[in-house]
């Protein structure tokens, strides 16, 4: 694990992190390192690059929601962007952020990690398509990252996006071809905001979606 790497993430980030966020990502990394020794969480070979390719990957979703406190992650796995938008609002009155991860294991260690660090943070441990259908709630924003093809990751937010949240959705080289494959089944009003940590990369915001 880099000390350059976290680095890096503070240069890109400066003061728009506050110095209690950056303890708490500090104190989440150590823990999924510790983790990773009895459980794949992430591919082991991005291990030496996470503050790059998972928490600046995940930090740069913030400022395309500045005013958002209502966030949902689909499939948040080890916890990204969703643990990190979490210890990024943690000193917010009205944040919730609910982590939707249908693996046990998983969803026992973002339990774990939100009791740690005392987040503002919610787990949902169920299938992705389930809590969508069902949940009355509304939320400003939905993410998922590395979860689904975009033309999927569509269908489970629909319910969400009909409620007024912005779909934020991390993408690689591919976003193009995945965009669309899924304007077939969908009538998509989106963006592509080129990513901070990956040149390849893009982050498609959608606000509108309905079915062809």
């Known amino acids: 694990m880099s000390d ?15 110095r209690e966020t950056w303890a708490r990502l ?14 794949n969480l992430v591919a082991p070979s991005t291990i030496p690059t996470i503050w790059q390719r998972h928490v600046a990957d995940s930090l740069q979703l913030l400022p395309l929601a500045p005013r958002a406190n209502r966030w949902i992650d689909f499939g948040s796995g080890a916890g990204f962007p969703g643990i990190v938008v979490a210890c990024a609002l943690a ?31 919610v787990v949902q441990p169920e299938r ?19 979860v689904a ?5 569509i269908g489970y937010a629909i319910p969400l996006l009909k409620k007024g949240a912005v779909g934020l959705f991390p993408k690689g080289q591919d976003v193009e071809a995945e965009l669309t494959q899924a304007s077939k089944s969908w009538k998509i009003e989106a963006e592509l905001i080129q990513s901070l940590t ?4 893009k982050i498609v915001r959608v606000t509108h979606a309905s079915k062809r």
Do not use: C, N
């Not at 917010?92 to 991860?101: C, G, Q, T, W």
């Not at 093809?149 to 990751?153: G, I």
């Open 149 to 153: 093809p975009l033309e999927k990751l």
């Open 91 to 121: 000193e917010k009155a009205d944040a919730k952020i609910y982590l939707v991860e249908s693996i046990k294991k998983k969803a026992a260690f973002l339990s774990d990690i939100v009791a740690a660090l005392a987040l503002p943070a």
């Open 4 to 18: 350059h790497g976290r680095a890096q993430a503070v240069a890109l980030f400066g003061e728009k992190v506050s």
């Open 26 to 39: 500090d104190r989440y990394v150590e823990l999924l390192v510790k983790r990773q020794e009895v459980m």
């Open 198 to 201: 990956d040149p390849r990369g």
């Open 128 to 146: 992705i398509e389930d809590f969508a259908k069902v949940s009355p709630q509304t939320f400003d924003v939905v993410t998922a990252r590395a």
